[in-house]
């Protein structure tokens, strides 16, 4: 388990996650901004490292994910619904750091 936190993926994963699930309780608006800014370098990131890869389908996911949390142009989905979307992101997030046997991978 150590070893997946090695890189810079997993980290980057593991603390979206953190946040996604953070947004679940009363914060102040600024946080959510925070959110939205950490989120969108982050998927970014990740869409990045995905294209680096070749792997178009996480490329696509991380990229819809960088636009949905954006800042600057806010999708209004109401409190409920962004509470389901961030604990479906940040449980997708998680699995995706410690699932076994990754499609494309060597191990």
Do not use: H
């Amino acid at each position: 388990m150590i070893e997946k936190l090695k890189d810079s993926e997993s980290v980057i994963k593991l603390a979206l996650a953190i946040l996604m699930f953070m947004c679940l309780l009363d914060m102040p608006y600024g946080f959510y901004m925070f959110v939205r800014f950490a989120a969108l370098v982050g998927f970014g990131i990740l869409a990045y490292k995905a294209k680096d890869k070749d792997d178009k389908t996480e490329m696509i996911i991380y990229g819809a994910l960088a636009l949905l949390f954006q800042p600057f142009f806010k999708i209004a989905l109401g409190r409920e619904m962004w509470n389901v979307v961030d604990v479906i992101v940040g449980v997708g997030l998680v699995v995706t750091v410690f699932r076994k046997g990754k499609v494309g991978s060597t191990e």
